[in-house]
């Protein structure tokens, strides 16, 4: 009796079998990829994200320069190659009214973020901003190392002086 005893104790504490630990292993590689894919494309949207911020930054940086400094800023939106990698550029360039000379300020967006036209903006001394007589631009931006390729489109309205959706 007591040897039946012994060895079904002894039965119980085996472990697991060799399909048993396949399959759990197979169901966690499963659940790793889909858990990494989430993860690069939550990645992807939050570089996105910050290049628009980063923007209406710039944006609302050239208004307040022109208000401050009471002189015109202009603002172009433009891209640009470094080390083969193409990235957005936002280039502020004032003029100086004591020296009259020309300085720049120059940003750049996350790598592989880019413009899709370039344009610029002119804000005047009082904040307004100018384009060539129209009260809307539209402002696009794709992610270039993706696939399929992150875009998006917002536009600036010139009147209110804010990015819209």
């Not at 433009?78 to 004032?94: D, H, P, Y």
């Not at 020309?102 to 904040?127: M, N």
């Not at 129209?134 to 998006?152: A, F």
Request: hydrophobic share 45%; net charge positive; proline share 4%.
């Amino acid at each position: 009796m007591i040897t039946s005893r012994y060895s079904k104790s002894v039965r119980s504490r085996r472990g697991f079998t060799l399909m048993e630990l396949l399959t759990v292993m197979i169901i966690m590689a499963l659940m790793m990829s889909i858990a990494a894919i989430s993860f690069f494309k939550a990645r992807q949207g939050a570089e996105m994200r910050g290049a628009v911020r980063a923007l209406q930054t710039t944006i609302s940086l050239a208004r307040q320069q022109a208000v401050v400094k009471h002189t015109p800023v202009s603002l172009t939106l433009s891209n640009t190659t470094i080390n083969n990698i193409q990235s957005g550029c936002m280039t502020l360039s004032t003029v100086s009214s004591a020296t009259n000379m020309l300085a720049h300020d120059i940003r750049f967006l996350p790598p592989w973020i880019t413009f899709d036209a370039p344009c610029t903006l002119r804000f005047e001394t009082d904040g307004s901003a100018v384009s060539g007589g129209v009260t809307t631009m539209p402002i696009s931006m794709t992610q270039q190392k993706t696939s399929p390729l992150v875009q998006t489109n917002r536009t600036f309205n010139l009147l209110i002086g804010a990015m819209q959706e």
